[in-house]
């Protein structure tokens, strides 16, 4: 079931930017987000409902936004994989910056996630919590910060680059880097982040970060310690698959390239 309003005529930038917002019981925060999008800096604003259990898909058709919902929950990861493929193939979008409806990110940060992506410097920009002050103060548990740096330093030992972190929900992709990864493989959950990333730094895609910063409150959605353990799990087995995959021992699923039926029907 869709909703949307006519697109603007003309993008407002060389690159048409759309903003995706994967929602889940985002009725209470979803206003402040919206507000807070810098709307001369981004042409549409799509929000793909994952069977929230409040009114977010009811608030959100009273904003002049582009709204998806789902037949049944998909989460977190699927609901990325119908934000890109929606963005890109029926919105036309060129970059894509994921703005999480719960407010816990700052919209008004866009510009500098988008700038990089629109002048071509780069494929991907992540915010950055690490790189944007002092995060424990901001409200992150300790126990999640400590947990962020151990995974970080992995995750750059693995993948031979530096980011300062590779966790945060607040990113801009161009097409062209989703295009060359196959994201539609991806796990629906989670780690389907860190997926994206490995598999856009086994096809060379040039990642940069800029600071963020955070807030913590009681409707900003935040997984709880035990999901956050087998999180990290799943990133620690990203880390082996990729490994593989370079090696040319093993290539997962991840790492292959889409099959052609399904390029095809993504340009058709």
Known sequence: MTFCYPPAPMPLHEKKVV??????????????????????WVDEILLVDDVSRDKTVELARTLPIRVVVHPKNRGYGGNQKTCYRTAMDEMGGEIMVMVHPDHQYDPKIIPQLVEPLLRGDSDAVFGSRMLGGRPIEGG???????????????????????????HSGFRAYSKRYLDAVNFEANSDDFVFDTE???????????????????????????????????YGLEILKTMVLYKMHKKRIWSHPIFRDRPATAIKTATA
């Not at 126990?143 to 980011?163: H, M, Q, S, V």
């Open 196 to 230: 994206i990333i490995a598999q856009g730094v086994a096809k060379g895609m040039r990642i940069r970060e800029v600071p963020i910063s955070t807030r913590y409150f009681d409707e900003a959605s935040q997984i709880g310690f035990w999901r956050s353990v087998r």
């Open 140 to 166: 992150m548990p300790k126990w999640k910060y400590f947990g962020n740096l151990f995974l970080t330093g992995i995750e750059n030992a693995i993948f031979y680059i530096f980011l300062s972190e590779y």
């Open 19 to 40: 903003a995706v917002l994967p929602a889940y019981n985002a009725e209470r925060t979803l206003v402040a987000t919206y507000d807070d999008i810098p709307k001369d």
